[in-house]
């Protein structure tokens, strides 16, 4: 379930505040998702937007101002941050990856992260209750157990014994005979035995070290949001131009998101891959999801990982094992979804499996007879038989899939259409989504050409669903989905289309990012070349340093694109579509900030457009 944002998040213009008793940062543990603004939950370890949560931001803004950082070591982790004056701990961001592993192996990283370069922080983390022993205030308490205690004694003698014990620990006598090894005749002898429940009677209570705990959700308080900064912003300095002032048509323009609606907002760029010679490197700080039976947790890379395999002519799905290397699998032959796992095959001895019965990626290297979690797939790339990977087809930045299964990541976010509000403009309704989302069982990706995965509001939680024009389509009139010739409607957001056969998808293209004018920061265009017939390429670069460029290329299967104006790093979005008359897979690789490959299984062409920071 991820948290569903509300209404009130595109209502009004301004700072919405919450009347109520709550200090900053006060926190409090839930059996249920809140749909309240003001409460984050902190579990999710996402970024949180400081235009959007003023109040949260200034504050800890203020907390490293004018303060020395010191350190301390948590576990195998040192960590460096801020001791604010109010008792918060403050790292900066280039302290996520260390916050992370402390997390990974204490369970708890009670820090506060603040990146004030994009103007966002996080929340601390722990995986326990605030039960036990308490002598200070968000410190990590080492686990521990109470003593096992006690003693034994015994006399004997060849005729008789005499035997005792106290606390875990007891004895008593028996006479042996040959049975214990004795050559011959009668012996008496100590039989020792150890009870730990007769020391303490908390052994025995259960199968596993474990404490007093109630399972919630644990959320903080962060005070006054405000969503609406841009269109605020856009109308300070002008004269009777309040919303309630313009028509429509003004309030369209004034306010995007009466405008917009059915899109995606933000992807979160988690997965940074690159293909060099053969060899594909997941990058050090990229994120993956690993179910290892309490649901999916992060992992952040803390080195690069490589894969090189060039076993087979083929396109392959790839994912990451717990301890941070890769594996890669056929997609619908090795590496299927459902209740059973898939068909052994002659000489095949790795395969990848999401099990629906228990929600977890899990592979096994020995032909299925164990199979230990791994993590979501991170990409699908095609390899070459003693060559390599030649080429990445998709990054599943966001969104990704597994046999018959589409997932969403935390992080992507979005609008859903929720019909028209009273003076015509479109109602909407934000999402986020904190915890991976799969499709049920009910929604598979089998036998079915252009169908379109959504996200769908209902019963106040999110969803993942299938469906096709045949099944449901968005009325743009009235801005909602409904089925033909049904006045049933659905409030859902598209976030991608598929093609499937038997075994699952064979195709995945996600929803791209809406873009809007940024009126809060005045961005604007203030370069651009148009294409021509002796250079195809083209761009628009934008005052805040975004840039959109692409061309046109055609006559091989494989091209070098050459950007016109480089990038500022390789964590820009590239796209390209193939022409019509072109077949097989395609993809690219070999990104730089100047260049990237393109790639085809036949010749042909396409039209390409690449997104991204030039500094």
């Known amino acids: 379930m991820s948290t569903y944002l509300g209404t009130q998040l595109l209502s009004g213009v301004g700072t919405n505040t919450i009347a109520n008793a709550h200090s900053l940062f006060d926190f409090k543990w839930t059996d249920h998702i809140l749909n309240e603004m003001s409460w984050l939950r902190s579990d999710t ?11 949260a931001y200034n504050h800890l803004e203020a907390d490293i101002t004018e303060i020395t950082p010191t350190s301390e070591t948590i576990g195998s982790y040192t960590i460096t941050y801020y001791p604010s004056t109010d008792g918060h701990k403050v790292v900066l961001s280039n302290m996520e990856s260390i916050v992370q592993s402390i997390y990974n192996e204490t369970g ?68 042996g005979d040959q049975s214990f090894g004795f050559t011959s005749g009668q012996h008496y002898i100590i039989k020792e035995k150890i009870d730990a429940s007769e020391s303490n009677s908390i052994y025995g209570n259960s199968t596993t070290v474990q404490a007093p705990a109630t399972q919630m959700y644990l959320y903080f308080y962060v005070g006054d949001y405000d969503v609406s900064h ?40 988690d997965i940074n891959v690159e293909l060099n010679d053969g060899t594909l490197t997941l990058k050090a700080g990229s994120k993956v999801y690993i179910n290892n039976g309490n649901g999916y947790e992060p992992l952040i890379l803390s080195n690069d990982a490589i894969t090189d395999w060039d076993g087979s002519t083929d396109s392959r799905l790839i994912t990451v094992y717990d301890n ?10 090795n590496a299927t979804s459902g ?17 629906t019965n228990t929600n977890i990626i899990k592979v096994s290297h020995d032909t299925q007879v164990s199979w230990t979690p791994c993590s979501l797939p991170i990409c699908l790339s095609s390899s070459t038989i003693n060559v390599g990977i030649v080429r990445i087809d998709k990054v599943f930045n966001g969104f990704g899939y597994i046999g018959s299964k589409v997932f969403a990541l935390p992080g992507v976010k979005g609008i859903i259409a929720n019909g028209k509000n009273s003076d015509g403009t479109l109602n909407s ?3 986020a989504i904190e915890n991976v989302i799969i499709n049920g069982t009910a929604a598979e990706f089998i036998n079915a050409i252009n169908s379109y995965a959504v996200i769908e509001y209902e019963n106040n939680q999110l969803t ?23 006045e049933l409607h659905k409030y859902c957001c598209v976030v991608g289309m598929a093609n499937s056969g038997t075994a699952g998808i064979t195709y995945w293209e996600p929803k791209p990012v809406y873009h809007s004018v940024d009126y809060g920061n005045n961005d604007f265009v203030v370069s651009y070349k148009k294409p021509t017939a002796e250079d195809p390429r083209w761009y628009r670069l934008y005052k805040s340093g975004w840039i959109e ?20 790093n390789t964590l820009y979005n590239l796209t390209w579509t193939r022409e019509a008359t072109g077949s097989g897979p395609y993809g690219y690789g070999n990104k730089t900030t100047e260049s990237c490959k393109l790639y085809l299984s036949s010749s042909g062409g396409g039209d390409w457009e690449a997104k991204g920071y030039i500094r």
């Open 230 to 269: 841009v269109t605020q912003d856009a109308l300070d300095g002008k004269a009777n131009t309040t919303m309630d002032n313009l028509t429509i048509e003004g309030k369209n323009i004034a306010n995007w998101s009466n405008n917009v609606s059915n899109c995606i907002t933000e992807i979160p760029q």
């Open 324 to 333: 941070g290397t890769l594996g890669v699998y056929i997609q619908g032959s």
């Open 45 to 55: 370890f996402s970024w949180h937007n400081g235009d959007v949560y003023v109040a």
């Open 108 to 175: 708890i990283a009670w820090y506060y992260i603040i990146d004030t370069t994009n103007k966002r922080f996080k929340l601390p983390r722990t995986k326990f209750g605030f039960v036990g022993y308490r002598d200070g205030v968000g410190n990590y308490v080492q686990p521990g157990l109470p003593n096992i205690v006690g003693e034994v004694r015994g006399s004997l003698t060849n005729t008789s014994g005499e035997t005792g014990g106290s606390g875990a620990l007891s004895s008593s006598y028996v006479i």
């Open 429 to 431: 309704i934000p999402f």
């Open 464 to 486: 993942l669903q299938r469906t096709s024009a045949s099944e449901t389509y968005y009325d743009e009139n009235e801005n909602c989905f409904r089925r033909p010739n049904d």
């Open 339 to 355: 209740t059973t796992p898939p068909n052994i095959f002659s000489g095949t001895v790795d395969y990848l499996w999401y099990d």
């Open 549 to 568: 460029q692409g061309g046109y290329v055609t006559g091989a299967s494989s091209f070098t694109i050459n950007f016109i104006i480089p990038f500022a």
